[in-house]
């Protein structure tokens, strides 16, 4: 399952769905801190496809699953990993598992960054 979230306003619904499904309070506030500074750079009542972009959470359990939505977001802005500007360590857990945020540019004034968790080899 992807979550998008594009603005602030959308964060009551947002905390619901992320910790009722155990993601960490840490990688919940990343992504608050992140729709904060969409909405000052570019406005609250922006709609998904206007300037800045979103932010693309993905809740899949299994890392294959994780893997295939993380390409199909990736497909779908005709992107490739080597277009990542740089990737956020947010959260390791004791599991051997970690929290990232990766951030692509895919145009001017529109990123999408991907919340997503991987396994630590």
Known sequence: MIYEVWTLKQETLLK???LSQGVPVQV??????????????YGANRRQMDDGGYIA???????P??????EGLLKKWSLSKECREFSD????CK?????????YIVGTEY???????????
């Open 16 to 18: 619901e769905a992320l």
């Open 65 to 70: 699953d994780i893997q295939i939505a993380y």
């Open 89 to 92: 360590l947010l959260c390791k």
């Open 28 to 41: 919940y506030s990343s992504i608050v801190e992140r729709l904060k500074i969409l909405d000052n750079c």
């Open 111 to 121: 990123s999408l960054v991907i919340v997503y968790k991987s396994e630590v080899l």
């Open 57 to 63: 959470i993905i809740l899949d359990v299994d890392m």
């Open 95 to 103: 599991d051997n598992v970690t929290w990232r945020a990766d951030l």
